[in-house]
């Protein structure tokens, strides 16, 4: 089996890992945005476990705007209602709803710093990747494949709870055309596709001699 992060295999220790290849995305599906709006975006599930009750209280302490991009299945429906909601003011907190591909360019290239306060062990965050695409630093909490994905102080912030409110006033201090080029060397659907290639072969190259392919 192939993970796509070292995160993903820890509830799986007996499988037959093979090799990890982490997600990637065609190099011109988006494009960086040098001159942000300012705001802070959350991009995800309206669920407990993605955070964004969390992002909204980040945001507010921080005294920045929040855009929320979320779709709310219906298992989530109750917990939007009663915990999330309220907290959505249209003014400083609005939930834009559910976005389609082609506007996640201008929503996450607007955006100064994507929020990711997940409390769960994500194997693989594709809104990440898609933010660095866009040269939008992420702050995110130290969970799952986070510590895999994101290059602490280059590409964002990987934080603790009580550290996510600083890392929110050093954003400016990240080069947006690092996050870029840093998104071109790691994540690329073409980096992906080689990296596969690579595993492929070395299985092919670990097969006894006598074994017709």
């Given amino acids: 089996m192939i993970s796509v992060s070292d995160a993903q295999r820890v509830p799986l220790p007996q499988a037959r890992w093979t090799g990890t290849v982490y997600h990637g995305i065609p190099e011109d599906l988006f494009v960086p945005n040098l001159a942000p709006e300012g705001y802070l975006a959350f991009l995800g599930r309206i669920a407990p476990e993605k955070g964004p009750?969390?992002?909204?209280?980040?945001?507010?302490?921080?005294?920045?705007?929040?855009?929320?991009?979320?779709?709310?299945?219906?298992?989530?429906?109750?917990?939007?209602?009663?915990?999330?909601?309220p907290l959505i003011d249209g003014d400083?907190?609005?939930?834009?709803?559910?976005?389609?591909?082609?506007?996640?360019?201008?929503?996450?290239?607007n955006a100064a710093a994507l929020l990711f306060p997940i409390c769960w062990p994500e194997p693989f965050g594709l809104v990440v990747v898609e933010a660095m695409a866009c040269g939008t630093p992420v702050i995110a909490f130290r969970a799952g494949s986070v510590p895999e994905i994101i290059d602490d102080e280059l590409t964002g912030f990987i934080v603790?709870?009580?550290?996510?409110?600083?890392?929110?006033?050093r954003i400016r201090n990240l080069d947006r055309q690092n996050v870029r080029k840093r998104f071109e060397q790691r994540f690329t659907a073409r980096r992906m596709a080689e990296d596969y290639v690579r595993v492929y072969e070395g299985l092919f190259a670990s097969l006894p001699s006598t074994v017709a392919i």
């Fill in 53 to 85: 009750e969390t992002a909204i209280q980040l945001a507010r302490a921080a005294g920045l705007p929040l855009k929320i991009a979320a779709k709310v299945d219906k298992a989530d429906r109750e917990y939007f209602k009663e915990r999330v909601e």
């Fill in 92 to 109: 400083q907190i609005q939930h834009v709803g559910e976005i389609d591909e082609r506007q996640k360019q201008a929503f996450l290239g």
């Fill in 160 to 169: 603790d709870a009580d550290e996510a409110i600083a890392a929110v006033g």
